[in-house]
């Protein structure tokens, strides 16, 4: 038997209720870190977060080719610290509204105005920012690795993946067919 959208939106209240209590709880409890508030994190967070995944660019821009380089970029320990750094803000910024603005219309996809709502929040667009800084470094990553396996230029990809990560990809794949046509050629 197939649940009713309305049954499923009441359990997902239900849960959304329980995280937010529990929240609460551990907030009471001293959980989350004493003595700063909420926008003293996600700014500490994000300037965190944006200067950690610096060293990693600057040795695929720089030193491509270098034993470093290569060891550098196959280790999977940026992502975990991300991955930490995202869940903790993600559970900072969780309100029971969350999962509402998320699926505001009938349809249970995300409207427009109610991601702009969710994003007001410092917290939020903190934890946004860390999650487009791994998945970012993610993709320069596979552009990198790309381009050693294929010998192709990767510094002006890598580079733009930084801050345009579709723009990276994208270009990329430009220079990947360049470069494969030039080798056609000769």
């Not at 959980?31 to 994190?41: A, E």
């Not at 300037?47 to 060891?71: C, D, I, S, W």
């Not at 010998?151 to 890598?158: M, Q």
């Amino acid at each position: 038997m197939v649940p009713s959208a309305c049954s499923f939106s009441s359990q997902m209240s239900l849960k959304v209720n329980r995280i937010w209590h529990f929240k609460q709880h551990c907030d009471r409890s001293g959980f989350s870190i004493r003595g700063f508030t909420n926008s003293q994190i996600a700014r500490s967070v994000f300037t965190l977060g944006t200067a950690a995944v610096l060293p990693f660019y600057t040795l695929m821009v720089l030193a491509p080719k270098t034993e470093l380089t290569r060891k550098t970029m196959e280790s999977t320990i940026p992502y975990f610290v991300l991955g930490l750094l995202y869940a903790y803000l993600l559970y900072l910024s969780w309100t029971p509204d969350t999962i509402r603005l998320m699926f505001a219309s009938k349809y249970w996809l995300p409207e427009l105005c109610s991601i702009g709502k969710m994003f007001s929040s410092e917290m939020t667009l903190a934890s946004a920012w860390i999650h487009l800084l791994a998945v970012d470094l993610f993709a320069a990553r596979q552009v990198y690795q790309d381009g050693l396996e294929n010998e192709i230029e990767i510094r002006h990809s890598v580079s733009l993946c930084l801050l345009f990560c579709p723009v990276g990809i994208v270009t990329h794949m430009f220079t990947k067919l360049l470069s494969k046509n030039r080798r056609n050629t000769e």
